[in-house]
Nanobody
Framework: QVELVESGGGSVQAGGSLRLSCSPS????????MGWFRQTPDNEREGIAL????????YYADSVKGRFTISRNIPQNGVYLDMRDLQPNDTNVYYC?????????????????WGQGTQVTVSS
């Protein structure tokens, strides 16, 4: 199973911005879709942004729509997550995940490969 590697987490003040990056740890010939997830208070992984490898279709959770943008990291065959206007309730561990084939959605149960997560902390 190919793992994914996240980077770019850190600490910012409310209203600040961060960019997360995700790339496969070894050669991944293709992926169907890739996205970002974070933990809910009841320990589920909530999908917040996802995109297909081909085309312009993107999905966003309502909680981040208009503030977060997912885009292709072409040199590393992965994705970025640009986060702006961060708020304290965005504090979380952010996980990158990929689905290799089949239908795609923000449902974490559909994802095939996961990264270890990167911490984002937003202070008020």
């Amino acid at each position: 199973q190919v793992e994914l590697v996240e980077s770019g987490g850190g600490s910012v003040q409310a209203g600040g911005s961060l960019r997360l990056s995700c790339s496969p740890s070894e050669a991944m010939s293709s992926w169907k879709c890739m996205g970002w997830f974070r933990q809910t208070p009841d320990n589920e992984r909530e999908g917040i942004a996802l995109m297909y490898a081909v085309g312009e279709t993107r999905y966003y959770a309502d909680s981040v729509k208009g503030r977060f943008t997912i885009s292709r990291n072409i040199p590393q065959n992965g994705v970025y997550l640009d986060m702006r206007d961060l708020q304290p309730n965005d504090t979380n561990v952010y996980y990158c995940a990929a689905r290799l084939g089949g239908i795609c959605s923000l449902n974490s149960l559909l994802m095939d490969s996961w990264g270890q997560g990167t911490q984002v902390t937003v202070s008020s």
